[in-house]
């Protein structure tokens, strides 16, 4: 079976600019988390979405936000992209989200010029 | 953003060695789950833990949940050179959110 993929692997991006990051959980995981990895910090919880609701949102500005599709997958989004936004973002699957293991993706290694 | 304490922060050791790492807060966590992670690469889950005291292995991984819930420890028993990485603890926070630790960079020496 396969695991959690991503998309792209890598981006750039210039500052200003918007970004969509994509994700698809393991099969039959209706719960996918975001998070934000900066180089030597461990992750930071951006959202989490279960049956394409959020349930929940971390301390991240409002020029971010994510969506879950029938199917699943997930989109984040960023806008008006800051030097700052550089980071890997990782996706998690879980079944429901609920106090279950997280299994992650390889991520998405964005850079911002 | 919240960060959970690891200690050592890094550490060199030769191959064969026990390590011991641990995972502390002064908050109390309800989850207790340990990563490895691979340069470019995301987290591998390497063990959960689910009840205060709990005691769990996976091959010659061994991590506790510690009783006051407030900590947890991980240890590798007779190192080889690809447990080179960084291993990371988090805590869940309420249902769903896990706030992880600072990291432990592992360096092994043949």
């Known amino acids: 079976d396969a695991g959690v993929t991503q998309s792209p692997t890598h981006l750039i991006k210039t500052r200003g600019q918007q970004v969509t990051l994509r994700c698809s959980p393991i099969?039959?995981?209706?719960?996918v988390s975001w998070y934000q990895q900066v180089l030597g910090q461990g992750p930071q919880f951006i959202f989490q979405y279960y049956e394409k609701e959020e349930r929940g949102r971390g301390n991240f500005p409002d020029r971010f936000s994510a969506r879950q599709f029938p199917n699943y997958s997930s989109e984040l989004n960023v806008n008006a992209l800051l030097l700052g936004d550089s980071a890997l973002y990782l996706c998690?699957?879980?079944?429901?989200?609920?106090?279950?293991?997280?299994?992650f993706g390889s991520g998405t290694q964005l850079s911002v010029l | 953003g919240q960060q959970l304490n690891q200690s050592p922060q890094s550490m060199f050791i030769q191959e064969g060695e026990d390590v011991s790492m641990n995972c502390t807060s002064s908050?109390?966590?309800?989850?207790w789950l340990w990563y490895k992670q691979d340069p470019g690469e995301g987290p591998v889950l390497l063990i959960a833990l689910y009840k205060a005291g709990e005691l769990t292995s996976n091959g010659r991984l061994t991590a506790q949940f510690g009783i006051t819930r407030k900590d947890s420890f991980l240890n590798i028993s007779a190192s080889i050179p690809s447990d080179v990485g960084i291993y990371f603890c988090a805590g869940l926070r309420g249902t769903y959110k896990y706030i992880f630790g600072t990291g432990t960079r592992l360096k092994v020496l043949a």
């Open positions: 099969s039959g995981h209706k719960s």
């Open positions: 908050s109390i966590f309800n989850t």
């Open positions: 998690a699957s879980s079944p429901t989200g609920s106090g279950e293991k997280l299994f």
